[in-house]
């Protein structure tokens, strides 16, 4: 063979490592009470890591789903064909309970068990997250109407993935999607000009036009549309109880950048049949449940999209040497690398930390209520945006190779912005922030005292709450309010990322967070934490001396 074809300097496959060992993920479990999910949280982050379930992630996004809308013969079918790696990964995802196993096996640390699964799978690939994610958030919305939930959450979260068209309630176990988005209204819900007509059954008919629906191919829809009461909350399935289809028509399926293993559709329904759920006139504060459980799996998923990233990025400058050495022990990816790895950190512990107030919620706890609705705001801003950057940063650190397809890294880096848009991009985020703040002054004196447990462990920290207390007497303004929205929602997140690592985290790490992102030691781009940092630990931390 000739010298020219001979492979040299390059980065071995990265496969047959653990997504699960993540020091962050496992601490925040056993700190939680819920140690007891660490051997499943492990053997699907094993399993995340595998050569296998990486290539069902391959052809899924190589492979995206293709909508039929009519038979051979002209018959309407709006079905949607995927790609048998997308069934395995969906298979994998419900069996493990991914979709719904908190709900149906309620115990102390249960949602933060689901949300370490859905963190470690999700590092494999993160389209199909989406109908996972939504069947999770149902659950609860759906509950509003106790004899709809008595019939339909036991399938919802059933273990067996059932793909197909057949009816709800005859099938092994359902998916359900959500479908609000409107194109004369976006993220504006109340401009929602779907229309439904009661029936004498109690059902009603649903007509309507709907701009953004993932996951059309699923079982069953929470939709939004207008009675004579006002905007009212639906149950929408795809077929109905005698076997037909429901007059939900499939109009195209959306071109996305990113989430490509995914179906999104645009959607007519023509009188489709639906049943009500909760109080009508009253289905945004139905539904307002399930967009919050979403918003918490957009945190949860943008932080693992950073640990993958960082993975990655960990793994070719391991193995990939230049001007004499390896990249990885060049101080300036060094301190690259670092920076990545407290982001991704902060990332993580924050995400873990709302899935444990969902857990105290549930039990009845009303301050950690209180703490998941404003910190699901605060969260849903900053990590989410924080997203986009990050894989930036970690395609940048394979040079050329990252750039292209085949490393993986452009798949995440398409996927990176849709958690920040998903259920209400930046603003909508931010503006949430403000609204908990004025509304539920509870939310407040309880972000509070979680930031406060880490007061006097760190002047930087200190100093960054002291500021987030003197710019809340600005929110009395609503102008100026929104003007600093962005701001404040930013410093809401980065003091709450700043308490949860001085109390949780290596020391270095939560130095280099607060010397950085607190104390104003930092530039514009990752890498530049400032000098004296100690990016050992960091490195160590985060997995340097365990890359393939």
Partial sequence: MSATHEVLNQAPPLTGFSAADDPALLE????????????????????????????????????PPRLRTHDRFGHRIDEVEFHPAWHRLMTVAVENGLHAAPWAEPRPGAHLVRAAQFYVWSQAEAGHGCPVSMTYAAVPALRAQPELAEAYEPLLSARRYDFGLRPPLGKAGLIAGMSMTEKQGGSDVRANTTEAVPAADGSYLVTGHKWFTSAPMSDVFLTLARTPEGLTCFLLPRVLP???RNRMHLQRLKDKLGNRSNASAEIEYDEAVAWPVGEPGRGVRTIVEMVNMTRLDCVIGSAAGMRAGLRQALHHTAHRRAFGSELIDQPLMRNVLADLAVESEAATVLALRLAAAVDHAQAGDESESALRRLGLAVGKYWVCKRGSAHAAEALECLGGNGYVEESGLPRLYREAPLLSIWEGSGNVAALDVLRALGR??????????????????????????????AALPELADPTRAQLRARRLAEEMALVLQGSLLVRHSDPAVADAFCASRLGGDWGNAFGTLPGGTD??????RAGSKGVS
């Avoid at 700190?31 to 296998?52: M, N, T, Y």
């Fill in 242 to 244: 005698d076997g037909t």
């Fill in 28 to 63: 925040a479990l056993r700190r939680e009470g819920a140690g007891w999910g660490e051997q499943p949280v492990r053997d699907l982050g094993a399993l995340a890591g595998s050569e296998e379930v990486q290539e069902w992630a391959r052809t899924a996004e190589e492979h």
């Fill in 535 to 540: 990016l050992g630990p960091i490195l160590e």
């Fill in 440 to 469: 539920e002054p509870v939310a407040l004196d309880a972000f509070l005292a979680e930031v406060d447990l880490a007061a006097g462990a760190d002047r930087r920290l200190d100093a960054a709450v002291a500021r987030v207390r």
